[in-house]
């Protein structure tokens, strides 16, 4: 028989024995709450927990290898990376404005000042946000500063360079400089105001949030009639790669120059899944087949409230209007369909959370109603990997 029972060691005697005292402890504990709990239902509930805990499937142990890199242990920000001893490099052109924020009015623009000026701008500048161990985001005047690794850069930068030449009036932030700074990258852009959509989101109305709706329909059908051209290469603008990254695992491929929708598809689902390979092919299978003659479309990769930047709106105080899209590090030109298979990527079904009705108000153009196999199948491959949304 296919499902025999594995040989019970010591190890594994051992084993089960802890789980059963972890499970009549929690059980007296919870009964000791509430002694009218239902045991039909909470019996399986905590027998399940326990079982994945103390004798875990062997596809769980293959997703756990294969998860992220937990991020680095956060140090104070930016007060961590002024004591660096890096000395900065200037990678990408700084704007005028920049080159007064750093060097002051007229100033000499040798290695020396960069380094002064740098250290000077992080030393003076307002924390908008920390991010997690990665860095962060700084405010000096109009001058945004978000400060990432290297590695995890990804196509912002490029990106808004591309937006600030083909689309100069789009709602994102104008570059102004990239700079190294060791083992770190610190983007210089025009700030934008930072209350987000998501933290606004719960005392909106409905008419507001059909309003914004509307707002980014026209704002994202502006950014996908961006088209690639025939024969382009997909991915990010400045050569970074496709990218097609899950909460399981980051799946990049800088190598390849991938042209078509049907390679981008491929490697999507190129993946060394825990699932295995067949239960994986047979959700491909349930792929229409990408139409060739679809051009690819500038795509901005993580659309989510928390990346909608807004503000009051001045003729209707009380309710906001969209100000700008920020956080382009997933940006580029790829197929039609996968901003839609993304955008719900945090969309749990157990009702949690503020954001649950977010779905409803999602713009038409990136909807996930537009390509729903994509985004289904989407959805099940992330399950069956231990993606737990």
Not at 207 to 227: G, M, V
Not at 251 to 271: G, L, P, W, Y
Not at 366 to 389: F, H, I, Q, S
Request: glycine residues 10%; charged residues 20%.
């Amino acid at each position: 028989m296919s499902g025999s029972m594995p040989e019970e060691t010591s190890e594994r005697t051992a084993r089960r024995a802890a789980m059963n005292q972890e499970i009549l402890e929690t059980l007296q504990a919870k009964l000791a709450e509430n002694p009218s709990l239902n045991l039909d239902h909470e019996m399986p509930r905590l027998q399940f927990a326990c079982k994945k805990k103390y004798f875990p499937h062997p596809t769980a142990l293959l997703l756990q290898q294969r998860r992220k890199p937990p991020p680095p242990k956060p140090q104070e920000f930016p007060a961590g990376f002024l004591r660096s001893t890096a000395q900065p490099v200037v990678l990408s052109p700084l704007s005028d404005a920049a080159k007064t924020l750093i060097f002051g009015p007229g100033g000499s623009e040798d290695d020396d000042n960069l380094n002064d000026g740098v250290r000077r701008a992080l030393e003076h500048s307002e924390v908008l946000a920390v991010l997690r161990g990665r860095g962060g985001v700084l405010r000096c005047g109009d001058i945004a500063i978000k400060i990432v690794p290297a590695s995890d850069m990804g196509a912002e930068y490029s990106a808004l360079q591309y937006l600030a030449e083909h689309a100069a009036d789009f709602p994102a932030p104008k570059p102004h400089g990239l700079i190294g700074f060791g083992s770190s990258r610190l983007l210089l852009t025009s700030y934008v105001p930072s209350t987000t959509l998501q933290s606004v989101w719960p005392g909106l109305g409905h008419e507001n949030k059909l309003s914004i709706q509307r707002q980014l329909d026209q704002i994202l059908t502006r950014l996908r009639d961006i088209r690639q051209q025939p024969g382009g290469r997909l991915a990010g603008v400045g050569g970074e790669g496709v990218s097609d990254s899950h909460a399981w695992v980051d799946h990049v491929d800088k190598a390849t120059a991938m042209t078509t929708a049907a390679e981008f598809r491929d490697f999507q689902f190129s993946i060394k899944a825990p699932c295995g390979p067949e239960y994986t092919a047979f959700l491909n299978s349930l792929l229409p087949c990408p139409d060739p003659g679809e051009p690819a479309g500038f795509t901005h990769g993580d659309i989510h409230p928390g990346n909608i930047t807004v503000d009051i709106d001045s003729a209707n105080p009380g309710e906001y209007v969209v100000t700008g899209i920020v956080d382009w590090e997933e940006s580029g030109f790829y197929p039609a369909w996968f901003e839609s298979s993304k955008v719900l990527y945090t969309f749990t079904e157990d009702g949690g959370g503020e954001m649950q009705d977010w779905w409803r108000y999602v713009p038409g153009c990136v909807a996930p109603a537009r390509y729903p196999v994509e985004w289904a199948v989407g959805r099940l491959r992330d399950k069956a990997n231990g993606v737990d949304v």
